[in-house]
């Protein structure tokens, strides 16, 4: 059996040093009860790691190889929302996975456990002394932990490595901060995976994330006009973690039987057809017949092939949607064999 990385949810968050803890889990996730001894006296690292990219991969094998050097479980915990959220509502930044993804991905990386902290208004106002005391000594026990060189911790974010070097020596808890993983230009950054995404450039997406963006979502029905033009598209609904903008992609999907696929990628409107600027996100599945309806297809985006255009007739967009597909097909080829 693979290792599996486990989601823990901590719910209630540790009152003054001592106060039992409580988990629970969150149905919709499939989490399970467990108890927090489980995590204990293990190495940790706090992030979010959201879309757990190439930087986030490697101090995760850090954490792994320190775990394996001081026994102990090895955890990685976010805060769940994104505190962004809380603190600026208005604007939170998009997810790029969900929870049970990071889980999943982390899983080959030997990451024994993901704690999911409820971000409360509470846990934000934690003097970063706090904060170090009651969760990672006090709760966690912890006899390690790892961190890139931008980590900060409580209130205002006003503790910063050099604080936590202080507070692990006098715990002698082991500390080591990983350096920064960059692309040759700059530093791999969640940030920088959404701002490629915002621009169609899921190709650097890709190249920082070690694998294609995917996005997963719902298949429901449409206008029931791509089977007509010999373009069936599974019509996408109920995705939750952020799209690139709108465009024509190539890609590959994964159905719920595990089987993969070269897809070609539409998100956008249908101006050849509908006056109506509503944002739909389609999806021709090469090599497949067979109805898709109510299936969650995961769409991972290889990448980006053109604008969405207003096409003079159908036989033009037919002719292009040809063209698309062919494309797709050697984007698919070329990152297989890369
Ligand atoms: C790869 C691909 C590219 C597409 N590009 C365009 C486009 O540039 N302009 C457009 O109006 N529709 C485009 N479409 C969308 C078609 O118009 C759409 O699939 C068709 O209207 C069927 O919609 P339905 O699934 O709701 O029946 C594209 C679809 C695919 C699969
Ligand atoms: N190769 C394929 N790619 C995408 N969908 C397919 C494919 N073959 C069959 N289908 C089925 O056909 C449906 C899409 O046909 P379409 O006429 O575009 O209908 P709708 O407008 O409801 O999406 C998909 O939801 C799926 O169930």
């Not at 600026?88 to 930044?93: A, G, K």
């Not at 208004?121 to 970063?128: D, E, G, R, W």
């Not at 912890?142 to 006003?158: I, S």
């Not at 920064?180 to 950054?189: H, L, N, Q, T």
Request: aromatic share 6%; proline share 7%.
């Amino acid at each position: 059996m693979p290792p599996v990385t486990e989601i823990v949810y901590l719910d209630e968050f540790p009152g003054p040093a001592g106060t039992p803890s409580r988990t629970s889990p969150r149905g919709d996730t499939g989490a399970r009860q467990s108890d927090l001894d489980r995590l204990q006296r293990g190495v940790l690292s706090i992030g979010n790691f959201d879309g757990v990219h190439l930087g986030h991969q490697s101090l995760l094998r850090r954490l792994r190889s320190m775990a394996d050097e001081l026994g102990g479980p090895s955890v990685a915990i976010v805060f769940d929302p994104h505190p962004a959220e809380i603190l600026r509502p208005e604007n939170p930044p998009p997810r790029l996975t969900t929870l049970p993804r990071r889980a999943e991905l982390m899983s080959p990386l030997g990451i024994d456990f993901l704690l999911v902290c409820r971000t409360t208004q509470a846990l934000l106002n934690l003097s970063p002394d706090d904060f170090f005391d009651r969760f990672i000594v006090s709760t966690l026990t912890a006899r390690g932990m790892v961190e890139g060189p931008n980590f900060c911790f409580g209130k205002d974010r006003r503790g910063d490595i050099a604080m936590l070097r202080q507070r692990c020596d006098e715990q002698q808890m082991h500390l080591q901060i990983v350096t920064a993983a960059d692309d040759g230009a700059e530093m791999i950054s969640s940030s920088r995976i959404r701002q490629c995404l915002s621009q169609s450039d899921v190709a650097s997406a890709a190249a920082m994330l070690g694998r294609p963006h995917r996005v997963s979502g719902i298949v429901v029905t449409g206008d029931q006009r791509g089977r007509k033009i010999g373009f069936p598209t599974a019509n996408l609904d109920q995705w939750s973690t952020m799209p690139p903008s709108p465009g024509v992609y190539s890609g590959c999907v994964e159905l719920e039987s595990g089987a993969r696929h070269p897809a070609a990628i539409h998100l956008g409107p249908n101006p050849t057809f509908e006056t109506e600027m509503k944002l739909k996100f389609e999806i021709h599945v090469l090599d497949y017949s067979g109805s898709l309806y109510d299936q969650i297809l995961a769409v991972d985006f290889i990448d980006h092939i053109r604008a969405v255009h207003s096409f003079a007739s159908v036989d033009d967009l037919t002719a292009q949607l040809k063209r698309d597909v062919a494309t797709t097909r050697r984007h698919y080829l070329n990152w297989m064999n890369r």
